[in-house]
């Protein structure tokens, strides 16, 4: 975890007030992180770290592409990936999380951003993750479902129009 040392803000030598520290999140970064989604990216991270008394308002901003699996053809591809989050942290005795808020202890003096990063690009991938699609409608990467039908299917469809034929024909009785 020493790597993800630059992710760490030192929020006990800031003074209070609005606070910018940007990040480049890239393939070093998930290796830290065992399984992930991603396995590369070229992303930055522009977080503005607001300071108070006894809480922190962090807003992350991101912007660039990251590598992932197609869902259509399990192949890696770059995916362009933008977005915001906000999080709420708050220092008391007992460290935990709440719904919208982190609490730390009131003795830390950093705070690692570096698990909230992970956990904001990973919420903001896309329930379906495929290539890009040509003017076809077929994915650049040339995967179709078309080249595993076989004249088996085609056998079926034409099993089908003669079974809607016969119920078309019962349509015509009257009770």
Same mark, same amino acid.
């Given at each position: 975890?020493?790597?993800?040392?630059?992710?760490?803000?030192?929020?006990?030598?800031?003074?209070?007030? =609005? /606070? /910018?520290?940007?990040?480049?999140?890239?393939?070093?970064?998930?290796? /830290?992180?065992?399984? $992930?989604?991603?396995?590369?990216?070229?992303?930055?991270?522009? #977080?503005?770290?607001?300071?108070?008394?006894?809480?922190?308002? %962090? +807003?992350? &901003?991101? &912007?660039?592409?990251? !590598?992932?699996?197609? +869902?259509?053809?399990?192949?890696?591809?770059? %995916?362009?990936?933008?977005? $915001?989050?906000?999080?709420?942290?708050?220092?008391? &005795? &007992?460290?935990?999380?709440?719904?919208?808020?982190?609490?730390? $202890?009131?003795?830390?003096?950093?705070?690692?951003?570096?698990?909230?990063?992970?956990?904001? #690009?990973? #919420? /903001?991938?896309? =329930?379906?993750?495929?290539?890009?699609?040509?003017?076809?409608?077929?994915?650049?990467?040339?995967? $179709? #479902?078309? !080249?595993?039908?076989?004249?088996e299917d085609e056998d079926e469809e034409d099993d089908d129009d003669n079974q809607n034929d016969v119920w078309s024909?019962?349509?015509?009785?009257?009770?």
């Amino acid at each position: 975890m020493k790597a993800l040392i630059n992710y760490k803000i030192p929020f006990s030598g800031l003074k209070n007030g =609005m /606070h /910018h520290f940007n990040f480049n999140v890239d393939r070093t970064f998930f290796q /830290h992180f065992g399984e $992930s989604l991603i396995s590369d990216s070229d992303l930055k991270v522009h #977080l503005a770290f607001d300071k108070q008394s006894t809480m922190f308002v %962090l +807003d992350f &901003e991101f &912007e660039g592409t990251i !590598q992932t699996l197609c +869902d259509r053809c399990a192949d890696n591809f770059d %995916l362009p990936i933008s977005g $915001s989050s906000q999080f709420i942290i708050k220092m008391r &005795e &007992e460290p935990g999380e709440d719904e919208d808020i982190i609490y730390i $202890s009131i003795a830390s003096v950093d705070y690692n951003v570096a698990g909230l990063i992970y956990e904001i #690009l990973h #919420l /903001h991938l896309p =329930m379906k993750k495929a290539c890009a699609l040509t003017e076809e409608d077929e994915p650049i990467c040339g995967f $179709s #479902l078309s !080249q595993y039908s076989s004249a088996e299917d085609e056998d079926e469809e034409d099993d089908d129009d003669n079974q809607n034929d016969v119920w078309s024909a019962l349509k015509d009785f009257k009770i």
